[in-house]
């Protein structure tokens, strides 16, 4: 069994060999380390090995989780699930950055918490049914909802490609995502998982997250 601080040096040396074929900056790359269905002491370990971004599914998990960790200092929370309306209130509350706004309305909502967040926009590549995203096509309308909402700071797009075990079947939804990022202004991509951390980078990724390698098997939610 390999322990969480190897597990963390060889994610960090993936990032840096990716990072260097490619010649970009490593420190360009945030390292968000995805603790959904682990327990709060997880996140406490990860913080004390230097990480400072985690990331969340499920807002009712995390309201659970949160009093464990909300004292960390310059600790990050960031919402990489799907977010219902109902619930945008409490995940303003609980987060520091939303990554999956995907409608005007979720955005509005938010903006109303009154608090300062970081968002990204959620964008759907695949024609999967079960993926929520907004598609390419409603984004300059997205884009300008959320620039009109004053609480909340536009950093860039995020996709989740339909599954496989295949990097190189993600690939094209990576370059996708920065084509998209590139034709409307936004210098943010949030992609990338355990798996594919090195062909995101490569199609120029700028937060990967990373549950499993980091932390081991997830058990079923
Ligand atoms: C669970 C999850 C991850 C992390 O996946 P791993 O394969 O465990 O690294 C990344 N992004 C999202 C949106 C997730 O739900």
């Known amino acids: 069994m390999e322990t969480m601080p190897e597990r963390l040096d060889a994610v960090r040396a993936r990032i840096a060999r990716a990072a260097e074929r490619s010649r970009r900056d490593p420190a360009s790359i945030l390292l968000l380390a995805v603790t959904k269905i682990f327990p709060a002491s997880v996140i406490l370990e990860a913080y004390d090995m230097g990480l400072r971004d985690f990331g969340e599914n499920y807002v009712q998990e995390f309201e659970d989780k949160a009093p464990a960790v909300r004292g960390l200092a310059g600790a990050r929370f960031h919402l990489i699930g799907h977010l219902q309306s109902n619930k945008s209130k409490k995940a303003a509350e609980l987060f520091d950055a939303i990554q999956t706004v995907d409608a005007p309305k979720l955005a509005r909502r938010l903006n109303e918490s009154g608090r300062a967040l970081d968002v990204m926009l959620e964008v759907k590549l695949s024609t999967e049914d079960a993926k929520s995203g907004a598609p390419p096509e409603e984004l300059p309308d997205l884009i300008a909802a959320v620039r009109a909402c004053s609480n909340l700071h536009l950093l860039g797009l995020m996709t989740m490609p339909p599954w496989t075990d ?56």
Request: charged share 30%; net charge positive.
């Open 166 to 221: 295949d990097p190189e079947a993600a690939r094209p939804y990576f370059r996708r995502l920065r084509e998209l990022g590139e034709r409307h202004g936004l210098t943010q991509l949030s992609m990338g998982m355990s798996h594919d951390i090195e062909a995101a980078i490569e199609e120029g990724s700028t937060c990967v997250r990373v549950g499993t390698a980091l932390f081991g098997k997830r058990k079923k939610a």
